[in-house]
């Protein structure tokens, strides 16, 4: 898994421990007499019988009710005996029953991971969707992640491109669209179980996901997934390659959410964060390439989140915030390099927060702010004041106070 994987203590790896029975009778009784005999302070206070005449002589009714009174005692301490007795064997059944469910997720697992390894495409796509069944049954969480693992890990696995469909290669041409939809299966579901309610059944949200240096070639939906409590994903060195399209419109990203794009390569792909919400955690573009690769934050709120582009090349790519909303957290473009494609804010609103583009080079491509509104980000002005072949689009209202 990646560094940036954070651990998270799970209940359910606890083990059973239960006092012994001696113990557990012993201070549940003293707990019971404690109990009665706040009552019987309580009464006598309550009914003022402060004080007792001790000439009094004890009739044969009075003893009869202390005798019941002690049956009654000896009946209740006896329950209370029964109770724990039972509430025991009652969390001996259910740790019996965890290590149970444990066992027989072992065992399908083992059989799953075995189908996934198969040489038949056929037979791996049946292995796919055990192990996300497995996932979605698992007793705890630290099963359920060991199957995302094991998933994430297939998509890292290296596979041989695409030979085309000349007759000579038609056989590996088709061993590779099997596979091919092996892969899009997994990246199917795993979009599919991410966009689930946290905390609901059969919902991915909150465990990590390590892509690292995965090629996405396929369509990846997590359109309304919520990031947050410390979850990882991370595509670091992932290939988006021509019709590659991962979609986060809609999500919201807030605190303890990490998803990580560092040193990613998108080529003829696109990444969508169209009217996401970024009110805490981190989305990290560091070192990544943009060649005809494109990342949408269509009517996107930020409030509170840090998104990095720091040090990222745009050669042909784009970046679009138009209609965006900042109003807190920051977003910086400190170092980029942009040569070609271009970064667009039209229409998008500054309010707070931070937009940085200190260090930024601009060699070609657009930078345009066409109907922004409030204060220019730090930075720009003076960056885009240096004489280079770009084309940089400003509001007039900061064309008067640039330098």
């Not at 007795?85 to 399908?108: F, I, K, P």
């Not at 966009?195 to 990846?220: A, F, K, Y």
């Not at 986060?248 to 807030?254: H, Q, R, V, Y």
Request: proline share 3%; hydrophobic share 40%.
């Amino acid at each position: 898994m990646t560094a940036n994987r954070r651990s998270h203590p799970r209940p359910d790896d606890r083990e059973l421990r239960l006092w012994k029975v001696g113990r557990a009778l012993t201070l549940a009784f003293v707990a019971a007499v404690l109990v009665a005999g706040g009552i019987f302070y309580g009464l006598v206070e309550l009914l003022d019988f402060n004080e007792i005449d001790n000439t009094a002589k004890l009739d044969a009714k009075t003893l009869f009710d202390l005798v019941k009174l002690s049956f009654g005692v000896v009946a209740g301490a006896g329950a209370l005996v029964a109770l724990v007795v039972s509430y025991r064997r009652q969390r001996v059944d259910e740790a019996g029953a965890h290590r149970e469910a444990t066992r027989l997720h072992t065992e399908r697992f083992s059989q799953a991971v075995e189908q996934l390894g198969s040489d038949a495409p056929a037979v791996q796509l049946g292995g796919v969707h055990a192990l996300a069944g497995l996932a979605d049954d698992a007793p705890n969480d630290s099963l359920r992640q060991t199957c995302i693992d094991v998933l994430c890990a297939y998509l890292q696995l290296p596979f041989t491109p695409d030979p085309g469909d000349d007759p000579a290669h038609q056989e590996e041409h088709h061993r590779y669209l099997a596979l091919r939809k092996v892969r899009h299966t997994i990246l199917r579901l795993i979009g599919d179980h991410y966009r689930r309610p946290q905390g609901t059944h059969r919902s991915w949200q909150g465990c990590n996901l390590d892509l690292t240096g995965v090629t996405i070639d396929g369509r990846m939906d997590f359109n309304g997934a919520s990031f947050s409590n410390g979850g990882v994903v991370s595509f670091d060195g992932a290939t988006f390659s021509d019709g590659g399209w991962l979609s986060f419109d809609g999500a919201t990203i807030s605190d303890g959410g990490w998803l990580s794009f560092r040193g990613a390569r998108l080529s003829g792909s696109d990444v969508s964060f169209n009217r996401a919400m970024f009110s805490g955690g981190t989305v990290t573009f560091d070192g990544a390439t943009f060649s005809r690769g494109r990342v949408f934050f269509r009517r996107a709120t930020f409030s509170g989140s840090r998104v990095f582009f720091g040090g990222a090349r745009f050669s042909g790519g784009r970046v679009i915030f138009d209609g965006a909303t900042f109003s807190g957290g920051t977003v910086f473009f400190r170092d980029a390099t942009r040569s070609d494609g271009g970064v667009f804010f039209h229409g998008a609103t500054f309010s707070g927060g931070s937009v940085a583009f200190d260090g930024a080079t601009f060699s070609g491509g657009t930078v345009s702010f066409r109907d922004a509104r409030g204060p220019a980000p730090s930075g720009l002005l003076t960056t885009a004041s240096t004489p280079v072949s770009v084309s940089v689009i400003l509001p007039s209202d900061w064309l008067a106070s640039s330098p």
